[in-house]
């Protein structure tokens, strides 16, 4: 079985101004976190001062409009584009400021500045979002996307895996209220991955698709029926928690399985039921966005994160997975557009936002992580990992690693028991 996974503060402002000279021009990123407040802002604030240092002749500066109701868009949706309307305006009267936007996440407040980004024609860089509409370049035509995912992207990485394992058909499990709990948005993301799955996978293979209520006992049963009939390879799309209550409910029908679960995002919860769901994963392969390999460079570039965090915040707490990776993208989101400039050796490119996006693509970038590679269309392709529980350590490791739908890089020598032919192959 295999799962897809689909995934603050109050409002504030913080700004960082580089110690340049009052006649320089000033670029000002302004910036909307959604995620992860105490780990993404401090990672600006680290790439604004390294743009700074990069580009000797440009004043770099910043502010930050917070989520107020993470992980909820609802709120944020509605503060979003007076708030960077009310920015537009005011620099309009300083013509030697360049504004830049940067989005962080919630892809409909994202498409929302994203169409005024159009109409201005200012760059907007977006860090993250899942939204598939965002990689529309007639749309956007100034977007750059260094989002770490996409809907389709994860049904590319699949495809690897049925070609590997000779596998041709497939049921599709999607429960599309899987995300209600962050707004009504997420539950069209969840339809759109799901319809995204059906059509890149129909055209080579046998696939039956259906919608459930994992929350539903009954519904929930009805949809394992229907798909174990079906076939033995069973995607299941959904959000972790129901993903963990669903395996459970498939291994061992005669438990009464609570509703709702709170802890990691995998199988270990703490309570009665870890060793039954310990078991029931084994038959599970995880498709999920990869972190980054560890580097000296990046372990410096977490350290300076921590710094500023407790510069900003006062306080300091660790990064946490996911805060990585969304911090991560958005400093590059910020780096690539510093080592831009510095190539152009102008800042006049900002006031076309269409043509310093087209600058970025197909290209590579230096960043924390590594290398940024752009696309033709200049959005960058992630790496993601297949992950499952290993017999030698009875833990979750790394299976298998694709950067997006280019590839398969080489794997883990580990022996997982979902890869064996006696299990129900489930793919989450």
């Known amino acids: ?105 919630c892809s409909t407040a994202t498409a929302g500045i994203a169409d005024l980004a159009r109409e201005w024609d200012i760059p907007i860089v977006v860090s993250a979002g899942t939204g598939n509409e965002l990689r529309d370049k007639r749309r956007y035509p100034s977007l750059v996307g260094f989002m770490p995912a996409d809907y389709g992207a994860y049904s590319h990485v699949f495809r690897h895996l049925m070609d590997w394992y000779k596998w041709r058909t497939v049921s599709i499990i999607c429960d599309p209220m899987a995300s209600e709990m962050a707004g009504s948005y997420y539950a069209n993301e969840y339809r759109g991955m799901c319809d995204s799955w059906a059509r890149i996978l129909s055209p080579k293979y046998t696939v039956f698709a259906l919608t459930a209520n994992l929350t539903s006992s009954a519904s929930r049963k009805n949809a394992l029926i229907q798909a174990r009939a079906q076939c033995r390879v069973i995607v299941i799309i959904t959000h972790m928690d129901r993903l963990r209550q669903t395996m459970v409910y498939m291994s061992f029908c005669t438990y009464n399985v609570p509703d709702s679960f709170q802890g990691t995002p995998h199988w270990k919860r703490n309570d009665i039921l870890d060793t039954e769901a310990g078991l029931a994963f084994e038959s599970l392969l995880i498709i999920t966005l990869a972190h980054p390999p560890v580097s000296v460079g990046l372990q410096s570039y977490y350290e300076a994160v921590l710094n500023a965090s407790r510069e900003l915040f006062n306080k300091s707490q660790p990064i946490t ?69 290993t017999h030698e350590t009875g833990q979750i490791e790394v299976a298998d690693c694709f950067v997006n739908f280019i590839g398969k890089m080489p794997r883990s020598s580990r022996s997982y028991p979902a890869f064996q032919t006696n299990y129900h192959n489930t793919v989450s």
């Open 1 to 105: 079985m295999i799962a897809s996974l689909g995934h603050a503060d109050q409002l504030s402002n913080h700004t960082y101004s580089g110690f340049k000279t009052p006649s320089s021009p000033r670029v000002h990123f302004v910036a909307f976190v959604a995620y992860y407040g105490p780990f993404v802002i401090p990672a600006i604030h680290v790439a604004i001062k390294g743009a700074s240092r990069g580009n000797a002749n440009v004043t770099f500066t910043y502010s930050t409009l917070s989520n107020p109701g993470d992980p909820s868009c609802d709120q944020f949706n509605g503060l979003v584009t007076n708030y960077l309307a009310n920015y537009y305006y005011k620099l309009q009267e300083q013509p030697d400021v360049y504004l830049i936007v940067l989005a962080t996440g």
């Open 321 to 389: 997975d996911n805060g990585k990776i969304f911090g991560i993208s958005a400093h590059t989101a910020v780096h690539v557009t510093a080592q831009v400039l510095a190539e152009k050796q102008e800042v006049d490119i900002l006031r076309d936002g269409s043509s310093f996006a087209k600058s970025t693509r197909n290209r590579a970038f230096p960043s924390v992580d590594g290398q940024c590679k752009l696309n033709a269309k200049g959005d960058r392709d992630s790496l993601y990992a297949v992950i499952g529980i």
